[in-house]
């Protein structure tokens, strides 16, 4: 595990911890990043609504809720399925051991937020097979689908308060144990799709 750079494991069965391992300098009480964690507190949870509430289905297209992609030949396929199972083909914003802040292009753009990971890969994340044919991780497909739930919303009776209450609060209660800053921002930005859809500008550019 440490050639892999694995700072600690937890495993944890029947609600009681089985076994505990922890690298060099690292301790229970050392707080450890959430990194792509942040994906099922937020991206998970969000889905599930939006789901429970019939707001989306699995086998949508993705286009659907997602209008740049509909004269798209390949991202036009893209369903909600394989987006958040990793089938979609949208290649993934990593490029060997290259540090996330110095990628070039488009991936760099990913990372660094500019303007935002999601216009990044709704616009420029480019698709490398056929939609369902493979498996491939990928960062800006889980982007894509958080767009497409939040998208999935708009209009939705509360849904700014029912995003809060199932999907931010669970990350504000893990932070009393947890570095929950991947996590914590990625439920501030798509609070902020959620208005910018429900709410959008005369001058607002449409995704």
């Not at 707080?31 to 086998?59: E, F, P």
């Not at 939609?131 to 009776?157: D, I």
């Not at 209450?165 to 209660?173: H, K, R, T």
Request: glycine content about 6%.
């Amino acid at each position: 595990m440490e050639e892999r750079k694995t700072r600690a494991l937890l495993v944890v069965r029947h609600d009681k911890i089985v076994y505990e391992w922890y690298a060099e300098g690292q301790e229970p009480e050392k707080r450890q990043s959430t990194a792509s964690l942040a994906k099922a507190i937020v991206g998970g949870s969000s889905l599930m609504v939006a789901l429970q509430d019939r707001r989306i289905k699995v086998d949508d297209l993705a286009a659907q809720y997602i209008p740049a992609w509909r004269s798209d030949p390949q991202k036009s396929r893209i369903t909600i399925r394989q987006l958040a199972t990793h089938t979609s083909g949208i290649e993934d914003a990593e490029q060997g051991d290259i540090d996330h802040m110095k990628l070039p292009g488009w991936k760099g753009d990913f990372w660094k937020r500019t303007p935002d990971p999601f216009s990044v890969a709704i616009h420029h994340a480019p698709v490398i097979f056929t939609p369902g044919t493979s498996y491939e991780y990928s960062n800006p497909g889980m982007a894509a689908l958080a767009y497409a739930v939040t998208a999935s919303l708009k209009g939705a009776p509360g849904a700014e308060q029912t995003f809060r209450g199932v999907c931010a609060a669970p990350v504000l209660e893990l932070g009393q144990e947890f570095s929950t800053l991947e996590a914590g921002q990625a439920a501030s930005e798509l609070l902020e799709k959620i208005r910018a859809l429900n709410n959008p500008s005369p001058t607002q550019p449409h995704a």
